[in-house]
């Protein structure tokens, strides 16, 4: 097979678009891993074990402030909604190098061997003529035909934590003024 024949045989398709395939189904799964958090995370679970997706989940800070004029210790209450203090999962890919080498080599060796022998023996004695010739003739050919194919793919993706988009930041921003400190 031709070494242009051996490179067209080869499903560039599928060798490329594979890992960018893999790479937009990660980040499809880790844009959902997200959601999914987010609602684990944000909402508190009914008894039933769903999610309650009309009541936040808060985290209660309980402490002791003096009262003002008196210095009188008195407990307070900082409510905060958990999403607002625990940080979201954002992954995103921010690079994708696929490297591909492809490495055929073909030899083809063809020798020929000839080997020729001549014996001849010659004799002479009284009234006997002796005459001995012996030839020998031995022809080896070989032919081999070597083709090696070595293959090579790597594929670095580089992902990094983003920045919490912009809707969710000011889903964030008015969960702060959900913030309460009650005094007792």
């Known amino acids: 097979m031709a070494l242009g024949a051996e490179l067209a045989g080869l499903d560039f398709a599928n ?4 890992p960018l395939t893999a790479a937009v189904q990660a980040q499809a799964q880790a844009a959902m891993t997200t959601v999914d958090f987010i609602r684990s ?3 508190v679970r009914k008894n039933d074990g769903t999610i309650d997706e009309a009541t936040l989940a808060t985290l209660d ?7 003002e004029g008196t210095g009188t210790p008195r407990d307070a209450t900082l409510t905060v909604p958990l999403i607002s203090v625990v940080p979201i999962p954002y992954v995103n890919i921010d690079d994708i190098t696929i490297d591909f080498r492809a490495k055929i080599t073909s030899v083809e060796t063809l020798s020929t061997e000839t080997d020729l ?3 001849a023996k010659f004799k002479l004695n009284y009234k006997i ?3 001995k010739v012996s030839v020998a003739l031995q022809r080896k050919t070989k032919q081999a035909q070597e083709t090696t194919r070595d293959y090579s793919m790597n594929v670095l993706i580089k992902a990094s ?3 919490v988009p912009e809707g969710m930041a000011r889903v964030l921003g008015i969960l702060e003024g959900l913030v309460k400190e009650r005094v007792q």
Request: hydrophobic letters at 50%.
């Open 117 to 119: 022998k001549v014996d």
């Open 161 to 163: 934590g983003q920045d």
């Open 129 to 131: 003529v002796s005459l």
């Open 41 to 43: 995370v944000a909402f």
């Open 15 to 18: 060798l490329i678009g594979g």
């Open 61 to 67: 800070f309980k402490y002791k402030v003096a009262q």
